[in-house]
């Protein structure tokens, strides 16, 4: 009788332990093992742009893939990334000439849509602009210094909706007057590359003005 209990028992405690490794399995299984937040390696949060704010004044397609829904920029030591989400997949734009502007103001910016029709962002500010086509390439404009960096297609990422552009301080310093960390941004898609058409402008992000750069700290600061 004494060792059918002690069998019993063990039994009991062996049928526990399993339950106990099954649920902990289920717990590992239903965490993604890539849930990090945007900014737990030090990376920028999304700023969130409203979904079918098209300008009134846009005549071409009203293409979610034109149309931005969240933004965000980061300051490294040697370089700086933009990120962009559209409301819909980026790389079928380019079949109705799709392209991404991002307006940097480095310390000279001026508001460049201003006095061009129709009116559209007067309080947005840029001496430099970086370039980012549907296809993966893109290039940095250095309106101050008259220098056009062609970027290597590496530094571009292109997921589905979302895109992300590592640009090289190194390009983006000549003719600055402030430090990186002081630079804003605006970023508007086009559906033309012709310079100074603002009806071809579908959206900006933020809808006027510029948004700040968030920077990393040093190491061991706050």
Same mark, same amino acid.
């Given at each position: 009788?004494?060792?059918?209990?002690?069998?019993?028992?063990?039994?009991?405690?062996?049928?526990?332990?399993?339950?106990?490794?099954?649920?902990?399995?289920?717990?590992?299984?239903?965490?993604?093992?890539?849930?990090?937040?945007?900014?737990?390696?030090?990376?920028?949060?999304?700023?969130?742009?409203?979904?079918?704010?098209?300008?009134?004044?846009?005549?071409?397609?009203?293409?979610?893939?034109?149309?931005?829904?969240?933004?965000?920029?980061?300051?490294?030591?040697?370089?700086?990334?933009?990120? !962009?989400?559209?409301?819909?997949?980026?790389?079928?734009?380019?079949?109705?000439?799709?392209?991404?502007?991002?307006?940097?103001?480095?310390?000279? !910016?001026?508001?460049?849509?201003?006095?061009?029709?129709?009116?559209?962002?007067?309080?947005?500010?840029?001496?430099?602009?970086?370039?980012?086509?549907?296809?993966?390439?893109?290039?940095?404009?250095?309106?101050?210094?008259?220098?056009?960096?062609?970027?290597?297609?590496?530094?571009?990422? /292109?997921?589905?909706?979302?895109?992300?552009?590592?640009?090289?301080?190194?390009?983006?310093?000549?003719?600055?007057?402030?430090?990186?960390?002081?630079?804003?941004?605006?970023?508007?898609?086009?559906?033309?590359?012709? /310079?100074?058409?603002?009806?071809?402008?579908?959206?900006?992000?933020?809808?006027?003005?510029?948004?700040?750069?968030?920077?990393?700290?040093?190491?061991?600061?706050?």
């Amino acid at each position: 009788m004494g060792g059918r209990k002690e069998e019993s028992a063990m039994n009991r405690v062996l049928v526990k332990a399993a339950i106990a490794a099954a649920a902990l399995v289920a717990l590992l299984v239903s965490v993604p093992m890539h849930a990090k937040q945007p900014d737990d390696d030090g990376g920028s949060p999304w700023i969130s742009d409203p979904v079918g704010d098209f300008l009134p004044g846009y005549t071409g397609p009203q293409d979610p893939g034109l149309d931005v829904i969240a933004h965000r920029a980061l300051v490294t030591k040697s370089r700086v990334i933009f990120c !962009g989400k559209m409301a819909g997949p980026i790389a079928p734009t380019g079949e109705i000439g799709g392209l991404y502007i991002i307006g940097v103001d480095r310390g000279s !910016g001026t508001p460049r849509f201003r006095g061009r029709t129709p009116a559209i962002g007067p309080n947005v500010l840029w001496d430099s602009v970086v370039r980012v086509n549907p296809d993966g390439t893109g290039l940095f404009n250095n309106i101050i210094a008259g220098i056009v960096t062609p970027l290597d297609p590496s530094d571009i990422s /292109i997921n589905d909706n979302e895109f992300s552009v590592s640009v090289p301080l190194s390009a983006m310093l000549p003719a600055a007057t402030r430090p990186p960390e002081e630079w804003t941004y605006n970023l508007w898609p086009r559906n033309s590359a012709v /310079i100074g058409n603002n009806a071809a402008v579908p959206d900006l992000a933020p809808d006027d003005g510029n948004s700040p750069m968030r920077s990393v700290p040093p190491k061991g600061g706050k």
